[in-house]
């Protein structure tokens, strides 16, 4: 079975950016982008947690995630990609 959240880094050339070229991070679910973070986007910071990390985080902000559908988007395809990394690691175990 494969993986429903996929995480993608893609280098971009951009004559305006610094070194001509940047970085993005692509979330994948079933093959739909659930949201682009490029380079500097304080999101990015995200994909580094681990899945208790980002559970906590989920807890804590609560509510605020409704009002904020990226953040909610980003933090639920985080945390269902990283508990299928776990049990990958699992089942190969």
Do not use: C
């Amino acid at each position: 079975m494969s993986a429903r959240v996929r995480l993608e880094t893609r280098r971009r050339s951009d004559p305006a950016a610094f070194g001509g070229e940047f970085e993005e991070t692509v979330i994948l679910r079933d093959e739909e982008v659930v949201a682009v973070l490029p380079q500097g986007d304080g999101l990015r910071y995200l994909v580094q947690l681990s899945v208790e990390q980002l559970q906590l985080l989920q807890r804590k902000l609560g509510r605020m995630t409704e009002e904020r559908p990226r953040l909610k988007g980003v933090l639920e395809a985080l945390i269902e990609y990283k508990e299928e990394q776990t049990r990958g690691r699992e089942h190969r175990s």
